[in-house]
């Protein structure tokens, strides 16, 4: 039922003889394809008349996707084909679902082509798919998966320069869309009925901390022989069947009668008998759990308690009830094409969040939103890549993303970590085997790797790379150093809500009494630039108590002053200003840390 396009010509002919609306799906090698597939598969399955489909796919040869797709009536179309085509014609589909990455690769694709971001998993937040991920730099929607906190329209306004945005739309809508997999795995879960099984799962061995293989070898045989009435399915990522440890976990465990080895193209038909899932890294909210209302156990070397544990959940009667939600459940795909109207026509539509952007194109403003973020401290992959690839001959660019990469935190999964310096390293080694970097170049990076962790700093001057380059630039990064003295921070600096503005002086209101605000009202240069006229928090605990001489009020006192409000917060700054403007109907100018 695959049709197979090879050739531009092929293309040309399919888009010819096509009255339907034609949607693309790109499939590249990640550790969530199967979320594109899927989603495939239900939207085939919802509505096949007027629609037609194209899966076009990078890293994979025909056969392997002609098998991922079995059965389903969908064109396959390698990537290298349809980015041919679209530099000599306009786009032969109408919109393309993309899914979501740290480092996806810059597509040859017309700005018009509606692209439509597809999450990769249910622990992500919103927020970190339009930000971190690079939604509001990449996608004209994003289908989100479930109810997410709300956040001003304007929230990102001046953000995300035109320039590097990949998109046509003046915004990036946010779609309550739901998960295909998660719409397969309820109904699943209802066929098998009452589970049987434990589920050992082990993540991408990329991912997973180092000693997880040690781990896994002790739990596997505690766990067949502690619980022979459950069968033990295990499955590793399937990117590492072959490696050796994992073969030698699979013959360990075959010496018992209740091991099951899960190798086929989707868990979910074994993860639906499982009466528990057991992993070695915690997850803030798996498939598994919302899907089965079952629980998840972290596994690690307090054998005894854990095994006690399970054994509690295994005999317990209703041991676990999940109270999360997701969109349109069972019905996804269903819900998504009933409006796609809205997408092609660009229609506003009264129950999608828009999240305005700014249209002025222009060097300056690319310019100064990396400088900002250059001046801080917080990561900013997606932006700085996206720069380096729209200027590829500046080198501050490409600094940018080695300092973004850098700065990545250093948590006990190492291995995770250094993908992001390995990535750094590569870009260094790519701008060296084109041209040198100067002096100045290379004293400004110094300064701010000198603010970079001491393993990240190790790793970049340590790898081993075959670059002759690469080697003596090491050489001369580590003499400057020592020769020179890192960035100290910037100014604090405080940025308006909606507008292009600052604030830098004068009366204030603060918003929330936590770390930050604390560290505020410790600093002298911002005692001595502001008044704090008023100190609101939301915890009622706080209210009454007097901090540096100021009593830290109730969130509704803000009514009381027309002074700006300035939010002491960055992970929830978005958040805060919708409620303010929303719930509480303040005019009130809102501003908060850059």
């Known amino acids: 039922m695959t049709k197979l396009i090879a050739c531009t010509a092929e293309l040309a002919a ?93 597509l040859i694709l017309p700005v018009e082509l509606i692209r439509i971001g597809l999450p990769h998993g249910t622990d992500i937040p919103l927020k970190k798919t339009l930000t971190t991920y690079g939604g509001l730099l990449e996608f004209d929607y994003v289908l989100a998966i479930k109810p997410f906190s709300p956040m001003a329209t304007t929230a990102f306004l001046h953000a995300y320069p035109a320039m590097l945005r990949q998109h046509q739309r003046p915004y990036c809508a946010v779609i309550p869309f739901g998960m295909p997999k998660f719409d397969r795995f309820v109904r699943k879960c209802q066929q098998v009925g009452k ?3 434990i589920i050992l799962h082990l993540s991408n061995l990329q991912l997973e901390k180092t000693d997880v293989l040690l781990l896994a070898r002790q739990w596997l045989p505690l766990l067949l022989s502690r619980f022979p009435q459950y069968n033990v399915i295990f499955r ?70 854990k095994l006690q544990q399970i054994a509690g959940v295994l005999f317990a009667e209703n041991a676990y009830n999940s109270a999360a939600t997701v969109f349109n459940p069972g019905k996804s795909a269903a819900y998504l094409l009933s409006q796609f109207d809205y997408i092609l026509d660009d229609k506003v539509h009264p129950d999608w969040c828009y999240f305005s952007l700014d249209m002025s194109d222009s060097v300056e403003a ?19 890549l996206a720069a380096q690839r729209h200027f590829p001959r ?6 940018a ?42 004293e400004q990076l110094a300064r701010h790797l000198l603010l970079a962790p001491a393993p990240c700093r190790a790793y970049m001057l340590e790898s081993v790379v075959d670059s002759q380059g690469y080697r003596e630039f090491v050489l001369r990064l580590k003499t400057a150093m020592h ?38 009202m410790d600093n002298s240069a911002f005692r001595q630039h502001f008044n704090v006229v008023n100190w609101v928090d939301q915890n009622i605990a706080l209210h009454g108590r007097q901090v540096h001489n100021i009593r830290i009020n109730a969130v509704a006192s803000l009514k009381q002053n027309p002074a700006p409000i300035l939010i002491c917060s960055v992970a929830f700054a978005e958040e805060i200003v919708w409620q303010l403007k929303q719930q509480l109907q303040l005019q009130h100018e809102i501003f908060f840390l850059e």
């Open 366 to 384: 690319v310019s100064a939103v990396i400088q900002r973020h250059l001046d801080g401290t917080a990561p900013f992959h997606k932006l700085a």
């Open 14 to 106: 399919w888009k010819s003889g096509q009255s339907k609306i034609k949607l693309g799906f790109l499939l590249m090698p990640s550790a969530v394809a199967s979320q594109l597939t899927d989603l495939v598969a239900e939207c085939v399955a919802a509505d096949s008349k007027k629609l037609s489909y194209c899966l076009v796919y990078s890293g994979y040869d025909a056969v392997t996707v002609e098998n991922m797709v079995q059965g389903l009536s969908v064109t396959l179309c390698p990537l290298s084909v349809l980015e041919q085509y679209c530099q000599q014609y306009p786009a032969p589909l109408d919109a393309m679902f993309i899914q979501e990455s740290y480092f996806a690769p810059e």
């Open 401 to 442: 993303c080695v300092v973004s990469l850098s700065r990545t935190a250093v948590q006990q999964n190492q291995q995770l970590v250094e993908v992001f310096w390995h990535k750094a390293v590569s870009l260094l080694s790519d701008w060296l085997e084109q041209q040198p970097v100067t002096q100045y170049q290379l």
């Open 394 to 399: 500046e080198f501050n660019y490409v600094m």
């Open 483 to 520: 020769e020179v003295l890192p960035f100290s921070p910037a100014q604090l600096r405080f940025r308006h809500a909606e507008k292009d503005a600052w604030l830098s002086k004068g009366a204030v209101q603060l918003y929330g009494a936590g770390e930050l605000a604390l560290k505020l």
């Open 236 to 305: 590793p990522f399937p990117a590492d069947y072959d490696r050796p440890q994992i073969i030698e976990l699979v013959r360990l465990g075959q010496q018992f009668g209740n091991f099951v080895f899960s190798d086929g193209p989707s868990y979910i038909d074994d993860y639906a008998r499982g009466a528990v899932m057991l992993c070695f890294r915690d997850y803030s909210d798996h498939l598994f759990a919302l899907a089965s209302s079952r629980p998840v156990i972290r596994l690690d070397e307090n054998f005894e308690p």
């Open 195 to 197: 589970p049987d099984s």
